[in-house]
C-alpha cells in the first residue's frame, strides 16, 4: 500500500471559488474530510512495459500523436477502492454539503496517487523521458480501451479494477492511463488546453481559469 | 469415489497453479487461456497430467474466466470452452483424481460500485455451472465480493446437486478489495450450505496464516487453503517463496486445525504440490475450536450476539406519515437518512420493514435492502409477513441476516423456516400461534420450544432462532409484564436461545413512556435480554443500555460508557445572537439558528410571507455569489440545506392552520441508463427541493421506459437528466426520442447536464433547456413553472 498526499489547492479548485480563500467553517470540513478519505482509501496501482505495437492500445489519431517517437510505453492504472465510493454515497444520504468535498478530495488523491506511480516509473527510466499521461476518453481516444487496459494488467483479478458495460471504472475513483517512453527529449506544447476532450464545456475556462493539466 | 469420501480423509491434496503452467508452455500476450482447451487441448492435459503425478485429489478445469462476459471476444461459446475443459481434465483424471469445474468472479463490479446485477452475475454463472455438468464438484475461487460469490453458490445449488468448495481472495489487512471480512464470509459461505470453504490467491501462505486462522474461528467447516508462491516480482513475474518453505509454512497453518483442502495458486508448479504432499502424509486432520456465538453480519461487519446487541426500529411506517409518504414517493433517500441516524445513534443491527397496502412491498423490499447495503455496514433485519417478500429480500442480501418472523402456526412454520434454512439467516420466534398469545409464561414457553424443535428438524442451528416472548401494554393487563419477564428468563436458561423484544409497547397509554420503557428495557436485559428492538435515537433508552453494560460487567473498566458521556456536561445549550438575523443565518449555513429565527418569526409574520420575502431572495443571493466564484459549492449546498430546515418549520406551521402545503411543481430527475456516477444529480436535487419543488428522483442507470412511465403516471411537466461520460450521452438522446414519441407528454419539457454536455450538444438531441450547472436547473424550473 502506498501513501496518498491530497493537494488541498486541486480539491477546492473543483469546488468552484476561483482563487477564493476558504473561511474557517469550510477549512474544518475540509480537514474532517480529508481524514474521513485517508480512513476509507485503499490506494493500489499497477503498471507494465509494453511494446506499442504490440499493445493493440493505439486507436484513433490522439493517441497516435502522443506517443510520436516512442516505440515503448508504460501502461498504468491507479485505484483508491471501493470503500471511497460508499463513503460519498453515504455522505450524499445524510449531508450533500459533505459529498462533494469528499468528491472532490478523492479526485484530488486519484491524480496525485497517479503522479506517484508516474515518478516511480520515471525513477525506474531515469536515462529514458516520459510523456504525460494519457487515458481512453482524452481526444478521440476511445473509452471502449478500459477493458483491455485493465486486462493487460490483471487489474479486477489484482487490484479489484473493472469497467462496467459502459465502460466507465470501477471503482469509480480510477485511473488508467498510457506513458510513452523516448530515448530523446520531449517537446514540452502538447499538454494544455488545446488537447484536452473536455476544453468546449470547461467550467475553469469559462470562469476565466485553468485548471492545470 | 466421490467429495463425500474424500472428505474421510486426514486431507485432500489440490494442484497448485493453472495459468503459471501456461504461461510457461508458451501462452502469448493477449491469449485467452481458457481457448487453449479447444485449440491446444494437449498442453491442458499434461498440466494436469503432471499434478496428478504428484498426488492431486481434485484438479480444477481450465475455466477460470470461462463466463460469457470474458469469452465474448474468445470465438469460442462457453459452453464449448467449458465442456472441452471438463473432456480434458476427466481424460486425465479418471480413476485417479476428482474433476472440479473451476469458476472465477465474472470480471466485472456488481452493484453499488459497479452495474451488473445480482441476477446477471447469476446467469453467467448458471451458464457455467449448466456446461460443467460432467464435472464432479464446484470451485468458486478468487472472489472478492460475497454478493457475487452468493450467486454464484445459489446458481450451483438451483442448477446441479455437485458439492460446493467457495474461496475468497484477501489482502494483507484481512479484507477483500470489495472490504468483505473473514468472519462475514465464513458466515454467509456456511450459512449458504458450501461444503468447504477458504481463501485462495493474492498472498504467499506466511501473509495469509493470519488469515486462514481467524477463518478456522468462524466456520465448523473443512477449511480450503491455496496460496501464492510468496510475492511476485513486478517485472519478472517470478515469486518469491521456493517449494520447501512453501511446505513448511502450510505445515504451521495446518495445525491451526480445521484445515483439510491444501493446494497452491499463482506461481506453484508440480514441485510445491510435490512438497506439500510430503507435509500432509505426516500429519492428522484435527478441529479447531469453534470460538463463536450465534452471529448476523453484513459483508464488511459481523455482529455477535455475546452480549445486548440494539436493533434499530425506525425503518418502519408503522404510525408515521412522514415515512409512508417516502415509501409512496419512492424517496429511498429518506429511508437511507434515517437508516444512517440509527447507526450514527449506536444501533447494532437495523430491522427493515416497509409493508404499505398501496405499494409493491416486494419490489420495495428488494430496492430498499440494497440501497441501505450500499451505505451502511450494520446487519439487517428482514421484517415481513409475506414469505415472498423475505425470500426475494434474502436473496439479495449481502452477508447474514435475521428473517422477522416466524410464529408458532403451522402455516408460518412451514413457509418461513425452510427460507432460512436455504439462504442460512437467523429468524426471530414469536411466542404465538393461533390461538393467540398466551397468557402465561409457560404458554409462551412452549410455542418458543415447538418453533425451536421445528427449525432443528429442517436444520436450523437452535442458536440461530431468537425469541421473541412479547410484550404487552402494561396499561391494559398489569400481570403481563412479569410474564414476558419470565418467559423470558427460562427460554435463555433452558432453551440456550437468544432473545429479543420490542420494548416501547410496555408503556402504551401512560403518561412519561420514557419513564417506564427505560426501567422495563434494564429489568429485561437482567432477565437475559439479547436483542432490544428499539428507537436508538432515544437517549434515555440508548443511556440504560450503556449504563446495563457497565454493571453487567460488560463494558469492561466502562470505557465506552465514558467515551460517550464524559464530554456530555460540556456541551454549551445553543443560544442565538440577538443581531443574528435569518437572511444571516441562511447565508452562514447555520440550521439551528435559522429554525429558531424562522419558528421566532412566525409568531407576527405570515408564513407566505417568509418565503417570499426571506427564504428565497437568500436562496437567490447565495446562487448568485456563487456564479460568481465567491463561494464553494458546498457552502451554497450549507445555505440551501439551512433553507430547507425553514421550509420544514413553515410547511409544519400551514399544515397546523390547514393551510395546503406549498409545491411549485413536479420534477423527474434521473442519471441515464449505463451511467452510475449521480453526484451532480444529487446536487441538483438538493437545490430544487429547498426552491420548493417536488423532485421524483429516479436514481441512476435509468431505463428510458421508466422515465415515461412515471412521467405519464404523475402527470410531469419537466424532466431532468443527467449523464457524466461520452459513451452514455446516447442513452440521452434515447431518452428524448422516447419522451418525444410517446402520447400524452406533448408538454412535457427536458432539461438536461452533464459534465461532457454542451448547449450545442443539447440542442442537437432536442432537450429543451441546458443546464450548465446546479443553480442553472433551478432557472430552468423558475421559466417551465413560472
Partial sequence: ?213 | MNFNDLLKNDFILLDGATGTMLQKSGLRLGEIPETLNITRPEVVRSIHRAYIAEGTQIVTTNTFGANRYKMKDSGYSVEELVSAAVRNARAEAEGKALVALEIGPVGQLMEPSGSMSFEQAYDYFKEQILAGKDADLIFFETFTDLLELKAGVLAAKENSGKPIVASMTFEKNGRTFAGVSVASAALTLEGLGVDALGVNCSLGPRELSPIVREFTRWTALPVFVKPNAGLPDPNSNTYNVLPDEFADCMSEIIDFGSVKLVGGCCGTTPDYIRALKRVIDKKAFRRAELRRETSVCSATTAVELSEPRVIGERINPTGKKRFKEALLNNDIDYILAQAISQVNAGADILDVNVGLPQIDEREMMVRVIKALQSVVDVPLQIDSTKPEVLEAALRIYNGRPIVNSVNGEEKSLSAVLPLVKKYGASVIGLTLDENGIPKTADGRFEIAKKIVDRAKQIGIDPKDVYIDCLTLTVSAEQEGCAETLSALSRVTKELGCKTCLGVSNISFGLPNRELVNHIFLTMALHSGLTLPIINPNDDAMMGALRAYKVLANIDKNSVNYIEKYNDSEKEKPKVISSRLTLDQAITGGLKGEAEALTERMLQNTDAMEIVNSVLIPALDRVGADFEKGRLFLPQLIQSANTAQVCFEVIKKNLAKTDSAPVSKGKIILATVKGDIHDIGKNIVKVLLDNYGYTVVDLGRDVEPQLIVDTALEQNIRLIGLSALMTTTLGSMEDTIALVRKTEGLENCEIMVGGAVLTADYAEKIGADYYCRDAKESVDTAKRVFG
Fill in chain 1, 1 to 213: 500500500m502506498v501513501e496518498i498526499k491530497i493537494n488541498r489547492e486541486e480539491a477546492l479548485r473543483y469546488l468552484g471559488g476561483s482563487g477564493l480563500e476558504p473561511d474557517e467553517k469550510m477549512l474544518s470540513l475540509l480537514d474532517s474530510c480529508e481524514k474521513e478519505l485517508l480512513g476509507a482509501a485503499s490506494p493500489m496501482f499497477l503498471y507494465k512495459r509494453i511494446d506499442i505495437n504490440e499493445s493493440g492500445l493505439i486507436l484513433g489519431e490522439d493517441v497516435g500523436n502522443h506517443l510520436e517517437g516512442c516505440k515503448l510505453a508504460y501502461v498504468m492504472c491507479a485505484t483508491l477502492g471501493s470503500a471511497v465510493d460508499k463513503i460519498i454515497r453515504a455522505a450524499q444520504v445524510s449531508d450533500m454539503a459533505r459529498a462533494v468535498v469528499l468528491d472532490s478530495t478523492a479526485s484530488a488523491a486519484i491524480e496525485s496517487l497517479c503522479d506517484e506511480v508516474e515518478a516511480q516509473i520515471s525513477r525506474e527510466n531515469e536515462c529514458s523521458f516520459l510523456t504525460w499521461r494519457f487515458s481512453p476518453g482524452y481526444g478521440d481516444y476511445p473509452l471502449s480501451l478500459q477493458e483491455k487496459f485493465l486486462a493487460l494488467l490483471d487489474a479486477p483479478r489484482k487490484i479489484g479494477l473493472c469497467s462496467s458495460d459502459s465502460f466507465l471504472l470501477t471503482p469509480a475513483k480510477s485511473v488508467t492511463a498510457i506513458l510513452g517512453v523516448s530515448e530523446k527529449p520531449l517537446e514540452k506544447k502538447r499538454r494544455g488546453c488545446a488537447v484536452c476532450a473536455l476544453s468546449k464545456t470547461c467550467k475553469f475556462r469559462k470562469a476565466g481559469t485553468r485548471c492545470e493539466f
